[in-house]
């Protein structure tokens, strides 16, 4: 007699399906609104193509096998010779090779450098958010990429040389020297074991060498090891100093860089992060002597526009999942997406989503217009590091609430949710911590108080009709003067990429949302949790289609 089969005792029913074989651009008006705000209208066809590619179950389930199989270092080889090789998961590569065939890594250059004109910023921007809804991990030698271009530019004959390889569409995983490859990646050595902020503190060092300079030392963060060069922080007689250190030497043989381990992360697995040590690692330097700091920071800012980028992705990946498995899940003989409590949770939370998302394209639109218009030169200044700051620092909040939708399905690693969760903390924490963006607020409010007055005029301007926008002015007004006093600058920074925030609304989110963000998250006092803030339940409907249509 055949045992019988307890599964057979129950039917599966009440349970959402996937969320999956999406276009992950139809599905979200307030990305669309913000790429039509910003000057993309004309790319919403291949904007669709690329939603449409990102959002199918092949490629989730392709992000959970990277995530699922991390990287490993080969540090020798079968016979013990030094390879210092890093293998990845073939779904790790294919998710490069996707990224990199539509140039989420380049697409922001001209073919010699120069900035692409505008739109370029936000048309990237839009996949670089879609493409984190999705695999995140990835991403990281694809922001730092694109973003060490900014930092070449002061080495034109250099940049000339490397951008055909940076700008081509073919990934090229081959462990060769970068001439001889079809395209090549950049990754950025600055953090050591005494000190990440603070990279004076620097102990490695680099001497005068044959055609270039020896670099000797260690980095204790050293992400994406496999890229074909790095752009690493040393000190040289003149002072720190930056440097393009490739992984192999002009003879073709392996630079002196020695992994010695990779990290253990809570998050951003598929991606690898390294120690490693450099033994008279052959280098060129990148810009003079000694100004190594100022070099480096044109990358940074960009890979901090990157970090709040994604952080509003996968806050944005967690909302959809939240909606879409409310909308399918009855409790008590209604879909929780009908229970008023649950659609208050679901609305407040699309209001933060939409912030984040407006947010994050209008400053693209920014550095999009930076090199033709001071204002929003200024503007990107300001805001890059107070909109980072607010974006990745509410991302972990946001997905853990997400994750509680779905109830137990939520915490399960079968749904995305865990991973969502568990990647978040990584953009606040990188590139420059909470604190120290906040600093960097304050250096800017110092520097230029003047151009700093404008923008915040301008952002009152663009809001003046909407609750709480002339009182966080004052506020940050206030306490312009007293930039030195750190101990307020969280609360200022705050206010001011909320202010920024509902200004970009403004610009592209309909009636009531601009409205409904001012007042929950400007005028009124911020309660500690999602659905506690006054929506009209009348609204929270609407917003609700509005973030996700059925
Ligand atoms: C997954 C991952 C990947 C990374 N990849 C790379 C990489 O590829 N290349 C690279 O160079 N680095 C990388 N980093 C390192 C990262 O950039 C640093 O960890 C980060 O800059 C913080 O530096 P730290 O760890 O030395 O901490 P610290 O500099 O010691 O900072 C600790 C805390 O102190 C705060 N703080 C610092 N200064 C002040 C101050 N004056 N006032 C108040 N508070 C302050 C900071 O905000 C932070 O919260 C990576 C980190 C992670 C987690």
């Not at 989730?60 to 490993?72: G, H, I, M, S, Y």
């Not at 670089?128 to 809804?133: H, I, L, S």
């Not at 060498?209 to 000190?235: C, N, R």
């Not at 060129?284 to 100022?294: K, N, Q």
């Amino acid at each position: 007699m055949a045992a019988p089969n307890h599964f057979d005792t129950h039917e599966v029913t009440n349970q959402s399906p996937p969320f999956a074989d999406v276009d992950l651009f139809a599905v979200d008006p307030p990305l669309r609104d913000a790429v039509r705000a910003n000057g993309a209208a004309a790319d919403a066809k291949a904007l669709a193509a690329f939603g449409q590619r990102w959002g199918t179950a092949e490629m989730f389930d392709l992000a959970r096998q990277a995530n699922e199989n991390p990287p490993q270092l080969r540090a020798f080889d079968a016979q013990g010779v030094r390879q210092d090789f890093i293998a990845f998961h073939p779904a790790y590569h294919l998710f490069m090779a996707e990224s990199i065939a539509a140039r989420l890594q380049a697409s922001t250059w001209r073919a010699d450098g120069g900035a692409a004109p505008a739109p370029a910023q936000v048309t990237r921007a839009a996949r670089f958010y879609m493409a984190a809804q999705v695999e995140t991990g990835h991403l990281c030698p694809i922001t730092m990429t694109r973003a060490a271009v900014a930092a070449l530019a002061v080495e034109p004959d250099l940049a000339a040389k490397l951008m055909p390889k940076i700008a081509a569409r073919e990934y090229d995983p081959v462990f060769r020297p970068w001439p001889e490859k079809k395209s090549m990646t950049l990754g950025m050595g600055m953090t050591e074991k005494q000190g990440g902020t603070d990279v004076r503190t620097n102990t490695t060092r680099a001497v005068a060498a044959g055609e270039g300079y020896a670099i000797t030392g260690h980095k204790w963060f050293l992400s994406a090891p496999m890229s074909d060069a790095f752009l690493v922080l040393a000190q040289a007689p003149g002072g720190l100093s930056c440097f393009l250190t490739p992984r192999f030497r002009a003879d073709g043989s392996l630079n002196g860089l020695r992994f010695q381990r990779l990290k253990d992360k809570l998050g951003n697995r598929s991606n690898a992060s390294s120690e490693v040590e450099f033994t008279e690692a052959f280098a060129l330097r990148v810009g003079e002597e000694g100004r190594g700091i100022a070099t480096v920071l044109q990358m940074v800012q960009l890979t901090r526009l990157d970090c709040a980028i994604a952080s509003a992705g996968l806050m944005r990946m967690a909302l959809a999942q939240a909606i879409h498995h409310a909308r399918h899940r009855t409790v008590f003989q209604k879909p929780l997406a009908e229970q008023p409590l649950m659609q208050a949770v679901l609305a407040d939370m699309a209001v933060e989503v939409e912030g984040a998302v407006a947010l994050v394209i209008r400053l693209c639109r920014s550095f999009d217009l930076a090199a033709s218009d001071g204002r929003e030169a200024a503007r990107a200044r300001l805001l890059t590091p107070a909109v980072k700051y607010l974006v990745c620092k509410i991302a972990p909040a946001l997905i853990y609430e997400a994750m509680e939708c779905l109830g137990g399905n939520g915490y399960v690693e079968e749904s995305i949710l865990p991973r969502l969760y568990r990647e978040a903390p990584v953009n606040p924490i990188w590139e420059g911590s909470g604190n120290v963006m906040c600093l960097d607020v304050s250096r800017v409010l110092e520097r230029e108080p003047e151009a700093a007055r404008a923008v915040l005029a301008g952002l009152v301007d663009e809001a003046a009709d909407l609750p709480g926008v002339s009182a966080a002015a004052g506020f940050i007004d206030a306490n312009l003067s007293a930039a030195g006093s750190q101990a307020r600058s969280r609360a200022v920074v705050e206010r001011l990429a909320n202010l920024a925030a509902v200004a970009a609304l403004r610009g592209s989110a309909p009636a009531p949302m601009p409205e409904i963000f001012a007042r929950t998250r400007l005028a009124e006092s911020r309660s500690a949790t999602y659905g506690a803030s006054d929506i009209p339940m009348s609204d929270a409907a609407s917003i609700l289609r509005r973030a996700l249509p059925e």
